[in-house]
């Protein structure tokens, strides 16, 4: 069936996979599971196999990354190019999961309904305050890892979207300009710290070539089968910081 969402697969989201919807396969998990500490632990677990149980911090933030990817992509095309809210509350999505135990895809109960409000502090709510910000709680009272690094991985993602939704043939003039706002701010309107501010920079080098550069490390290099990622904050195995 094709459905509103469906329909945002392509472009540049050709490639990726829309949530199912409606019928939820029996493997499928609810992700209000994973703020239950034994159950994501032993999720973690499964993902660490591959990295010889290498350091929890490092893992629990690549099991993040994945995570993240898989649910912030419809969010933000539904969000930015339907203006539409997902049911994405952990109390109301379903994850599949691979057999190393990181997230491939959501269910979702339904498309979402459109949006209550359109400004850059309110339109993305439900993201934010009810699926990123308890899920990293946990899994930074899990790892150990700052919770910093869980929602720089989140704003990776965030940003990477937002940089490249106005290639999408539904996107129209500003479709990304509150997102960005959101970027740009420091602080909410009342006050609290936004943690998704500016998570990357672009550098310009002496060649006048630019690169995006992360603000925080995502921790990756902690595992040894592992090196620095393309946009890692840090130069090298010097750890020193980039200019």
């Given at each position: 069936?094709i ?14 996979i ?11 998990m ?11 632990e ?19 933030s ?5 995570h ?53 502090f ?20 899990l ?25 999408h ?75």
């Open positions: 069936m459905t509103a969402l469906s329909r945002l697969y392509v472009g540049p989201l050709e490639a990726l829309p949530p199912l919807l409606s019928t939820v396969p029996a493997q499928a609810p992700a209000a599971d994973l703020l239950i500490p034994q159950r994501l032993e999720l973690l677990d499964r993902f660490a196999v591959q990295y010889r149980q290498g350091d929890r911090r490092a893992v629990a690549l099991w993040s990354k994945w993240f990817s898989a649910l912030l992509t419809p969010a933000l095309a539904a969000n930015l190019l339907l203006e539409r809210d997902l049911p994405l509350a952990l109390e109301r999505v379903q994850v599949i999961l691979t057999a190393e135990g990181r997230t491939e895809r959501l269910c979702l109960e339904h498309e979402g309904t459109p949006l209550p409000a359109l400004g850059a309110t339109r993305f709510a439900t993201l934010l305050d009810r699926h990123l910000a308890p899920l990293i709680e946990v899994l930074s009272a790892s150990g890892a700052s919770p910093r690094v869980f929602w720089s991985n989140a704003g990776n993602v965030f940003e990477h979207f937002v940089s490249v939704v106005d290639q043939p539904m996107a129209s003039p500003g479709t990304a300009e509150e997102a960005r706002l959101l970027l740009e701010s420091r602080h909410y309107p009342d006050g609290r710290r936004n943690p998704l501010f500016r998570p990357v920079r672009y550098i310009e080098s002496p060649h006048n070539e630019v690169q995006r550069v992360r603000k925080l490390c995502c921790l990756r290099y902690l595992l040894p089968e592992l090196t620095y990622c393309g946009n890692c904050p840090l130069e090298g195995c010097d750890g020193r910081v980039r200019a």
